[in-house]
């Protein structure tokens, strides 16, 4: 699903030059499950955006869905991640004006999905993420827990061939940690493809695979013997 190949991104100002991603090679097959790690400033989030077709990199080749997206205009981007990529975010970036059932629905809207399969798609996601009783709620009235249903949920409701998790337990307790986990965990165990970014060694476990990533370059790749799941 995923190939890139001596990947790079180079922020440039005035002043100075700052290498983000340096010569990175990272394949990710269908409903594989990677988690990225890595000390902060060290080009996950940079490699996250790229991935999740947010940001093109400076050079290298990225093919995603045997498509080479490597030097897409920003337009191109937005129609190409529109429907297949979900975003799960560590601040869930709801939007508070919204309910919950408007938050899920929001995506679908600029899918221009019909109405009665907007509703049916919602009621199918909401329950999956035990979240139906809460549709007319607003974020703020809501656990930190609950919000991260949501915007899995929101994530969920385009069918995405891929989702993207940036620190998905970073805002919450580890109870609730543990809850979001165990859900991508199960998206993933049914055939769903993601690529997370962490600091948490116990989140990783729940991945196949752990590349760790230090000043833009991959320094090691751990195969998972096993999944957290089972141990927990």
């Known amino acids: ?9 180079v922020f440039k100002t005035e002043e100075i030059e700052t290498t983000a991603i340096n010569n990175v090679n990272l394949h990710v097959q269908k409903g594989e499950f990677v988690a ?4 902060s400033g060290c080009g996950k989030s940079s490699l996250l955006n790229i991935i ?5 990199p400076t050079s290298g080749k990225y093919l995603f869905d045997s498509v080479d997206v490597s030097k897409r205009k920003e337009l191109q981007r937005t129609r190409l991640r529109k429907g ?10 709801l939007i508070d004006e919204l309910s919950v059932y408007e938050n899920v629905e929001l ?3 600029y899918l221009r999905i019909g109405a009665s399969e907007r509703k049916e798609r919602i009621a199918e996601v909401l329950d999956r993420m035990k979240i139906s009783h809460r549709k007319n709620h ?11 249903r949501v915007a899995i949920a929101r994530a969920l409701v385009v069918n995405p061939k891929l989702i993207l998790a940036d620190e998905p337990t970073g805002n919450l307790d580890s109870k609730n940690g543990q809850e979001v986990m165990k859900l991508l965990s199960e998206l993933n165990a049914d055939g769903a493809t ?11 476990g729940y991945a196949h695979r752990i590349i760790n990533l230090f000043d833009g370059q991959i320094i ?3 195969v998972q013997a096993k999944m957290v799941t089972e141990l927990v």
């Not at 699903?1 to 790079?8: A, E, G, S, V, Y």
């Not at 990225?36 to 000390?39: E, L, N, Q, R, V």
């Not at 607003?138 to 991260?148: A, E, I, K, M, T």
């Not at 993601?194 to 948490?200: A, P």
């Open 138 to 148: 607003f974020p703020q009235q809501l656990s930190g827990g609950q919000q991260q």
């Open 107 to 109: 995506p679908l809207n």
């Open 52 to 56: 999740g077709l947010l940001d093109n």
């Open 194 to 204: 993601i690529v997370m970014v962490t600091h948490s060694q116990k989140d990783a």
């Open 84 to 93: 297949q990529v979900g975003f799960v975010f560590q601040s869930f970036n």
């Open 36 to 39: 990225i790690m890595g000390p």
């Open 1 to 9: 699903m995923i190939k890139i190949t001596n990947l790079n991104k």
């Open 220 to 222: 090691t790749e751990q």
